[in-house]
């Protein structure tokens, strides 16, 4: 059985940072593109950042880019989300998501996904 476990989110004020952290199990982490996607009350899910199963390749939302890095740790089953200079439109829940097929930012493609964490930016 799949789990993803979210972590690492909470409160921080505009400018701040914040890192995430998903690890997985059941299945082999070094095989699967990992991609984190985020939804604020009232909207759709949005694709935030990808990694390829090496790490040699990711994918960044234009809304971010500059500011949230994504990398992984094969060994430990874990990927991250750096977030850096946080706006207040970046507040959601905060979702990170397995994929068996080549890296992708459409959601549809991701076979397993985690419970979320909450992050909440204030101005």
């Known amino acids: 059985q799949v789990q993803l476990v979210e972590s690492g989110g909470g409160l921080v004020q505009a400018g701040g940072s914040l890192r995430l952290s998903c690890t997985a199990s059941g299945l082999t982490f070094s095989s699967y593109a990992m991609g984190w996607f985020r939804q604020a009350p009232g909207k759709e899910r949005e694709f935030v950042v990808a990694?390829?199963?090496?790490?040699?390749?990711?994918l960044v939302a234009d809304s971010v880019k500059g500011r949230f890095t994504i990398s992984r740790d094969n060994a430990k089953n874990t990927v991250y989300l750096q977030m850096n200079s946080l706006k207040p439109e970046d507040t959601a829940v905060y979702y990170c998501?397995?994929?068996?097929?080549?890296?992708?930012?459409?959601?549809?493609?991701?076979?397993?996904w985690g419970q979320g964490t909450q992050v909440t930016v204030s101005s």
């Open positions: 998501a397995a994929g068996s097929v080549t890296i992708t930012t459409t959601p549809t493609k991701y076979d397993s």
């Open positions: 990694i390829s199963w090496t790490g040699g390749s990711t």
